[in-house]
């Protein structure tokens, strides 16, 4: 079930992008939020009172349905509640109409339209990089959406899936990043104890999708300079865990990512990540190709699981 799951929910998010998903980001940044508001006493034994009730709520009412689907013995049911949890958490449509635009006025030589639109994504100014560092930056955020928005929904879903927890690994994975970034960004310092335990249990939950993720960017693209990147050069980025994708992606390529940039007139120090080229526009049509290389490399091996599986009844 999962293997057509996935397919479904992909072809789905192709032919008919959520249109939506500004109103659920902002339904679920209010139910976060509320959370915060009644539970936060600025310290780390509330944060973990609150991420728990904010995560075990809409898990429970996942499995539940689920549960409920697989009891009344209509597998078509819960085979299609599934491609809804995946559609509604994953996809490639949350940030690559970004990247394709960026690619596209690069080409188009239009360096202002580019810096513009990476502002947009980045939500922070981009006017003073020049065109190989607009080209790297996107490449280094296509990287890191590709794993946060595809790749490590996938991991969980496949997870719980295998454990007969139903899709309840995607919404696990989806609800930690939303209210890590949720609480984590909000520069306030009554706030950092209160959302130690949210920061922690999201890098507890992504330390296997980021290391799987490198692992395919290896398989799928060149493996000797994924390995060297991700084993000397993750640990150097500022988060490096983050650093565990960015460096592996770098290596997969062959380009040069990180490095400091221009930031509010200010020089941005960044460690140099990857090896080879200096980005430019082909290095992002590449990029382009190793992340579908990897999701083929994914379906491909949950239809050997499949077979497997079957294999055994």
């Not at 490639?92 to 339209?113: M, P, V």
């Not at 960004?185 to 949210?198: H, V």
């Amino acid at each position: 079930m999962s293997l057509f799951s996935l397919i479904a929910a992909l072809l789905l998010e192709q032919l008919h992008p959520l249109t939506s998903r500004k109103s659920l980001f902002v339904w679920l940044t209010d139910y976060v939020n509320f959370f915060q508001r009644h539970l936060n006493a600025g310290e780390h034994k509330h944060g973990k009172i609150a991420w728990l009730l904010a995560v075990l709520l809409p898990l429970c009412g996942t499995f539940a349905l689920y549960w409920l689907s697989t009891l009344l013995y209509y597998p078509v049911f819960a085979w299609a509640f599934c491609v809804l949890v995946l559609y509604l958490t994953m996809g490639f449509r949350q940030f690559s109409h970004y990247y394709n635009d960026i690619h596209q006025a690069l080409l188009d030589n239009d360096l202002d339209k580019a810096r513009s639109i990476l502002s947009t994504w980045r939500e922070m100014p981009c006017d003073e990089l020049n065109d190989k560092e607009v080209a790297r930056v996107a490449i280094e955020e296509g990287l890191l959406a590709s794993h946060r928005h595809v790749f490590g929904v996938i991991v969980w879903f496949v997870i719980t899936m295998a454990l007969g927890l139903g899709p309840i690994g995607a919404i696990l994975y989806r609800m930690a990043q939303f209210i890590y970034t949720s609480w984590d960004k909000q520069n306030d310092a009554e706030l950092s104890e209160f959302s130690a335990f949210a920061r922690q249990a999201y890098h507890w939950i992504e330390w296997l999708p980021q290391r799987l993720t490198a692992m395919v960017f290896a398989i799928v693209g060149d493996f000797e300079g994924t390995l060297y990147c991700w084993r000397t050069q993750a640990k150097t980025w500022p988060d490096p865990e983050a650093g565990v994708v960015l460096a592996s992606g770098a290596g997969a390529l062959g380009v040069r990512l990180g490095s400091p940039i221009s930031q509010g007139n200010l020089p941005l120090d960044r460690p140099e990540l990857g090896t080879g080229d200096e980005a430019d526009e082909d290095f992002m049509q590449s990029t382009i190709g190793l992340v579908w290389r990897a999701l083929v490399f994914w379906i491909a091996l949950l239809f050997l699981l499949q077979l497997a599986t079957l294999g055994r009844i």
